[in-house]
């Protein structure tokens, strides 16, 4: 079977698959633990289009989830599905031509299966990049990065952590103008791409930056 799930929807079944292990924890009656198994595969299904009855059969065990180790075994089995983010050094280079001397991170050390976007520091904390992928296209834009003096909310992942004002400059209306777009995102990538469960808010947020 070729890998068809997305890194955003393995992370959804992950915190799915949680909900399982706290519902089989805390709950004792058979029928709440039935609503929520029920409810977990609902909820994972709906994420899939045309899913094919091998595809299905791959996924209805996670409702068989009792414990964190069923969990992790569970996860560890469905993450050669897992379509890998498809991207080279060189695709890199060429969504930022401006930029001299960018620093691409090393891509061949890297598991591209938990990558749902791609970001680095460029030669300072103080500028960042981020490669995102929609409708099979790669989409690059990058800009400056300060460091918030508290935690804050994410708007890509949704998550409280420590975060940054990321501001990306962008032509205005007139000719000649620029103006700079941005909003809190997390500090550690990797972290955010762990946390997202959708795409929504990573396109969204893309095509307002890319104006």
């Known amino acids: 079977m070729k ?20 519902g089989h924890s805390t709950a004792k009656d058979p029928d709440v633990i039935k609503a929520i198994e029920d409810m977990v595969l609902e909820n994972i299904l709906a994420m899939f289009i045309n899913m094919n009855d091998e595809q299905k059969q791959l996924i209805q065990p996670v409702v068989e989830i009792h414990d964190k180790e069923m969990a992790e075994k569970f996860l560890a089995q469905l993450k050669q599905y897992v379509i890998p983010f498809n991207v080279s050094e060189q695709a ?11 620093s691409v991170p090393p891509l061949d050390k890297m598991d591209l299966r938990d990558i749902v976007y791609l970001s680095w520091f460029g030669n300072s904390t103080s500028k960042k990049y981020i ?7 790669l989409s690059g834009i990058y800009g400056s990065f300060t460091q918030a003096n508290q935690k804050g909310i994410c708007s890509l992942c949704n998550g409280l952590g420590e975060v940054g004002m990321f501001l990306a400059e962008i032509k205005g209306k007139e000719q000649g103008t620029f103006t700079k777009r941005g909003n809190y995102i997390c500090s ?20 307002r930056l890319k104006g």
């Open 188 to 207: 550690d990538s990797q972290k955010c791409n762990e946390n997202l469960t959708s795409f929504d808010k990573l396109t969204d947020f893309i095509e």
């Open 131 to 137: 490669v995102s992928s929609h409708d099979n296209k």
């Open 92 to 102: 890199v280079r060429k969504l930022f031509p401006k930029v001299k001397k960018l």
């Open 3 to 22: 890998p068809f799930i997305r890194t955003d929807q393995y992370n959804f079944i992950r915190v799915q698959a949680r909900k399982l292990v706290n």
